[in-house]
């Protein structure tokens, strides 16, 4: 039989679980720097968006700011149009006034004083011609006036459509301006956590490190210890458990099957409930349940390894320093499996057995 086992220290184990954050962590890294690369991408873009809303407002301002001014150059020639009319009504009145004043000359005053005649007449035609100025000054206003309304109407209605594109334009711009702001913040936010992840990730990999160094000072011991370290001779185990071999090490043919398999170990049967003994001083590596072998018990003593399967209970725990003879467990509804390992090489228990 192969029994799959895989020994690990506390650092290997350790050293794994690094390695899975830092892999973790990285990726986490990586995310947050393409997270803040289309954040800045689209911060970029709603710069453009801004600075184009910025100058069509400052476009509309322009253009408000030069209705206001025509607006007002309009009214203000009204208001000169008005005075102007209003001083010559002033000068036709006081004509006429002075017409009125002067006595209606006779025949004889025209035959003997043609001089005065003359005045008269003189003033009588002034008088029609301020009249008529008056006439064409108040035409020329009216008309002016009319235009004035219709043209101040429409560039009244211009200045309202002008304003509401700058408000409009303005609201745009301000959630422009908004939304840039959170992105400006959620960029911060990703730094920051980058940077603490970074920092996480330098700490973890400086572990790694010392980690590789401490398993590698222990792997260059453990060679040196196996090297120096001499193997129990011939009888130096005692028996698990006390019974009768039903397999023994090695190629035996199936009867189910009739297929050849190689068994690492040998079968002991033994009667249900049996204690069952660790057979050298040692320590527990493993103890719990293996697919295809029950409830295992493995021992590290001296360069061996120990295995001990299908047990019905379990009496002792992982790093549990045991002594030869002491219980381990008790012998379940199959023999007890016993098998023993120089380092990781599978040999007949019976090389140890007395």
Do not use: C
Request: proline letters at 3%; charged letters at 35%.
């Amino acid at each position: 039989m192969i029994i799959l086992f895989i020994f690990e220290t506390e650092y290997q184990a350790e050293l794994q679980r690094i390695k899975k954050k830092i892999d973790r962590i990285s990726a986490e890294i990586e995310e947050l720097k393409n997270r803040e690369r289309d954040r800045i991408k689209r911060m970029e873009m709603l710069d453009n968006k801004i600075f184009l809303l910025e100058s069509y407002l400052y476009k509309l301002k322009l253009r408000e700011a030069d209705v206001k001014n025509r607006l007002y150059i309009t009214e203000r020639r009204i208001r000169q149009l008005q005075g102007e009319k209003g001083r010559t009504l002033e000068r036709l009145k006081k004509g006429i006034n002075l017409l009125y004043l002067l006595p209606k000359p006779t025949v004889w005053e025209f035959i003997f004083n043609p001089h005065r005649a003359y005045v008269y007449y003189e003033r009588a035609v002034i008088t029609e011609a301020l009249i008529q100025a008056y006439k064409n000054s108040a035409v020329e206003i009216q008309n002016f006036e009319e235009e004035y309304k219709i043209l101040k109407e429409r560039r009244e209605n211009l200045l309202i459509e002008i304003r509401e594109n700058i408000e409009e334009q303005e609201k745009t711009l301000a959630d422009l301006q908004k939304t840039r702001e959170e992105l400006e913040r959620e960029v911060e936010r990703i730094r920051k956590n980058k940077k603490e992840k970074e920092e996480y990730l330098k700490s973890l990999r400086a572990r790694q490190e010392e980690l590789e160094r401490i398993i590698k000072q222990l792997a260059q011991k453990k060679r040196k210890e196996k090297v120096e370290e001499k193997l129990p001779s011939r009888g130096g185990l005692i028996w698990p458990v006390r019974g009768r071999i039903v397999r023994e090490f090695g190629y035996y043919t199936d009867p189910k099957y009739g297929v050849r398999i190689k068994s690492n170990g040998i079968s002991i049967s033994a009667p249900i409930g049996s204690e069952v003994y660790s057979s050298a001083d040692g320590k527990v590596v493993y103890s719990g349940y293996l697919e295809g072998y029950g409830n295992v018990v493995i021992i590290e003593s001296k360069g061996l390894y120990l295995i001990y399967g299908n047990l019905m209970d379990i009496l002792v725990g992982i790093d549990e320093v045991v002594k030869a003879g002491s219980k381990i467990g008790t012998v379940g509804g199959k023999p007890l499996y016993f098998e023993v390992r120089e380092g990781t090489t599978p040999v007949d228990p019976l090389k140890y057995l007395p």
